[in-house]
């Protein structure tokens, strides 16, 4: 106790030393310059009004004084603790630490005409400022007083052109979306953005030299009423050139651009396709794909829309690392016409990448990852995009009831992407994104030490598109995987004789069908108060094949194609996210996850070619395929349970049968998850977090071997939700962000009811508690 004493005398003595010490190496006759602050006097103005008003004047003023946290300037302090050398410690103290801000560098009659003008431009015509010098010892601030006067309105907006020629009638069409409101307060800040709004609206009707700065707006307050008339006009010395209309003339296409080049010495080897001119002398592109890109013909009058998109196109195109775009007077003197240049300079054709990953998760698994990939940008001369990509890894259980439970995994897939919808028709597609078509080939072999190996073949065709930033498609018009397993232990194939869980997971099956996504997210607008995610996934498999072959598991057995059965089943999952910004570093942020599977007709298509796991006689409950079903717990859901290990509904295995399992990964055919986080910015690079996490996943039938009724989700579904909470570390390193949390279980749903809430029994001093309950998830990136 004498030592923690002892410890906190030198911290406060330590603390007020050095604010004694503050201005140390303040000249003499100077003083420190504590800040300043604008305050307004005039009492009609509201409150809150009043308030912002005054933040947005303070902020105006300069200099700044040295930071402080609580009164504390430690930056300060660090330069005060500098020797005069410029060597080692000093020079280090110096960098970090911050020089006094000294009363005599302030400028008061320059921060007094600023907080006017301010005030003019905000529309208090009749302000006046008034600056008092406040000190204290050593150190000095400044309180500028303001007595703003009555805010003037908008009385009338006249829009003051000559409707008679193209400019002035074009800016008279734009005057219905003006942002200049008569009633409203007047502001100069508004009136440049209405001057880039007719800008940006001339622009799409083919005024190329156009500028906002061609735009005055006059204003008028003669009246004693304190309002203003504004009359919008265009200024006189406003070149011919802004005011004509231009359309486009040739488009000049460079693929191959490197900077030495000029659009000069290689127009000689122009090659004319449909509108475009394409400067490609080795042939290394179809000039179609431009046809497909660009938004601009020949004849098209200018317009900033189409001029954007086409830029957006070539960019997302995945084939060019540099797109530069000029636009030129054409050679004529008897029209206004732009001749369009396109300066594209491509990444290398071919590239050759290798990646060594290394993981770890909360059911005590540490693996590596080593993925060879092969790329070509260019594979068929039409911007297409072929992947060759081959991997292996490993996880490795350290730990655990059954540590040599080991996963060994190999496979490779080609992916061929075309940059273009591959359909029997024409699709008009006005996105500022190419739309992709996939085809995808891949195979895994994955083998479980002790249990089985699987082989797993799959492919698929499809299409992916967008219609905006925010909102995405993807399409599998065809997906096919087929799992083949073998090299199945006795141990294993005893436990799949009595349980689903088990004998799901070596299914022998084909699933057929189509698969389609839609995600939308505008998190990227970090200006916004709330942004919101959104995932919806909708997966159909032997639907069409099961009515046909009349596929009905339950009374005549399942349906097989090539010897093996095939999955039927519709499943849905949606994931929402809402992101609520507290301050420019913090914020709150939520999700729920709701998932459902229905398993019909061929059911889930168990199959299994083992002669050491025979049939069950109709114990087999029907639900999705094992790879289809879904899980919970772990680092990126409920952080308070492992991975895998959570439901379904309230069962739970027993700890004698815990020790004899084999990869028993629990899932489910429905899911609810929902998750909230905290997440304040602490210091530098680290934030913290406080989050509680809920959930369950439920079969869709009674499960004998997990429960029965237990498994199967009902109307008590609520009641079975378990629910952790925890907190953690963030460390944002720019590159990647490393994540540590610490979490703990709240309500356990496989104890009776009326006992599952087990806060009561949070013991953090008690050793055995810790073991049982505390679940620590190292990670890369944000759960959510």
Known sequence: MRNKFVAYFFIVFGLLTSACNITKKVPKGDFLYTGGKVKIEDKKIKKKERKSLEADLTALLRPKPNSSILGFRPKLWLYNMAGKSNKGLN???????????????????????????????????????????IVKGRKASLVYHALAGPQYQISTVNFDVDSSVALGKAIKETAKNSFLKPGDPYSLDVIKTERDRIDNDLKEKGFYYFGPDNILVQVDSTDEAHKVDLYVTVKGTTPEKAR???????????????????????????????????????????????????????????????????LNRLVTLGTFRFVKNEFEDADRTDSSMLNSYYFLSPYPRKSLRAEITGRTNSANFTGSEVTLSWRNRNAFKGAELVTVSAYGGTDVQISGVNQSNNIFRLGGEVNFNFPRFIVPFKVENSSAYIPRTRIRLGYDLLRRTGSYTLNSFRTSFGYS??????????????????????????????????????????????????????????????????????????????????LVMGADVKNKGPKKIFGAGFAQYIRLENEFRLYHKLSPKSQWANRIIAGIGYAYGNGNGSDIVSKRVPPL?????????????????????????????????????????????IGADQSGDIKLELNTEYRPHLFSVVNGALFIDAGNIWTQSADPSRGGEKSKFSKNFLKELAVGAGA?????????????????????????????????????????????????????????
């Open 244 to 310: 004509n209309v231009y359309s486009i003339n040739n488009i000049y296409i460079f693929p191959n651009f490197r900077p030495r080049d000029t659009s000069a010495n290689m127009q000689e080897k122009t090659k004319k396709y449909k509108d475009f001119l394409v400067i490609d002398p080795r042939n290394t592109f179809k000039p179609s794909i431009f046809e497909r890109t660009m938004f601009f013909h020949k004849g098209d009058v200018y317009n900033r829309t189409d001029h954007n998109l086409s």
């Open 465 to 546: 598109w967008k219609e905006t930033a925010e909102k995405e498609h993807q399409l599998d018009v065809f997906n096919l995987s087929y799992v083949q397993p073998y090299n199945i232990s006795p141990a294993y194939a005893a436990l799949a004789d009595s349980s689903a869980i088990y004998r799901n997971a070596i299914q022998r099956q084909f699933t057929i069908g189509p698969i389609y996504n839609f995600n939308y997210t505008n998190t990227a607008k970090t200006y916004k108060t709330n942004t919101f995610y959104y995932n919806g996934n909708l997966d159909l498999s032997g639907n069409i094949l099961g």
């Open 728 to 784: 953690g570390l963030r460390f944002d390193l720019s590159f990647l962000v490393l994540r540590t949390d610490l979490a703990f279980p709240l309500r356990k749903p496989w104890l009776p009811e009326g006992q599952r809430w087990v806060i009561d029994d949070i013991k953090f001093g008690n050793k055995d508690w810790r073991k049982e309950n505390l679940v620590f998830n190292l990670a890369i990136g944000y759960p959510f």
């Open 617 to 661: 006689e109709n114990t087999n409950p029907i639900s999705l395929p094992y790879v289809k079903q879904f899980f919970i717990g772990g680092t990126n859901s409920i952080r308070a349970f492992r991975a895998r290990t959570l439901g379904p509904g309230t069962f739970h295995p027993d700890s004698a049968s815990a020790s004899t399992m």
């Open 91 to 133: 020079k280090f103290l110096k960098k970090k630490g911050e020089p006094p801000v000294l009363f005599s560098t302030v400028k008061v009659d320059f921060n007094r005409d600023v907080v006017a003008n301010r005030l003019e431009n905000r529309g208090y015509f009749r302000s006046a400022v008034t600056a008092d010098t």
